[in-house]
């Protein structure tokens, strides 16, 4: 299975994604706006691989003029309708329709990983403004919470993906991201949401590593996973732990 095709799952399941996927802690982007060194408010932001939205909402409550950019059919459909005032063209990182020096802040959401940095990150810095920024994050699992650590392997069997382990030094994140070059903050920034049981499994069930296997072998994990956090949460309410993991370049 490819990255693109991986990266392209999400269409099939853009409902479910909106409904049950986290959004992400006011903290963000206060780190946002000080690595920034100026507020959201007014700011032009294009949020690429913006999906349904997610990230461009808490964007525009803090006052930013935010473009979004996303190349999925079932997203952008499912973006028009929870943000149907904030423009959303097609395409992604690699190549973007936007215009040079247009943007304060480019952003992505959970999808960078997505793109070919070699091409992403010469695209961001091209249609920043100077003074400008490229903010890229993700929600990652808060593993020294036992119970979140020990679903985090049974995901990474029944998946055939792998384990993450403890977070990485600055340095490696930095290089990883492909940023190695540019001078990058980090920060990250714990947090968590109490959700039912059956949303904390639909959001499982919308990850791509999910999305790919096919419906009897997801559904199979995800029924024996309902019986052992029942057992775990008798109330039915779950309760998540996540740390963003944010690094913000600046333009050069």
Known sequence: MTSLSRAHSFNTAAARY??????????????????????????RVADVGAGTGIA???????GADVLAVEPGD?????????LPDVPVVRGDGNA????????????????WHWTDTGRSVPEALRVLRPEGAL???????????????????????????KRTSAALPDDDAVRLAGLSGLRVARRQVRWGRTVSLETHL????SHSAFLVLGEAAA???????????????????VEERYVVDLLVAARP
């Open 96 to 111: 973007l329709p936007l215009a040079d020096a247009s943007c304060d802040l480019v952003t992505y959401a959970q999808s």
């Open 56 to 62: 461009t909402a808490l964007l525009r409550g803090r």
């Open 202 to 205: 639909a959001n499982i069930s």
């Open 135 to 161: 903010a890229v994050w993700w929600n990652t699992h808060a593993l020294d919470v036992p119970w979140i650590a020990a679903q985090h392997e049974r995901i990474a069997r029944h998946c055939g993906g």
């Open 219 to 237: 559904q199979a994990f995800l029924t024996d996973e309902h019986a052992r956090l029942h057992e775990l949460f008798p109330a039915g309410m």
């Open 18 to 43: 909106a409904a049950n996927r986290p959004s992400y802690p006011p903290a963000l982007l206060d780190a946002v706006e000080e690595f920034m060194g100026r507020p959201l408010a007014g700011a």
């Open 74 to 82: 079932g997203m952008a459909a499912q973006f028009r309708g929870a």
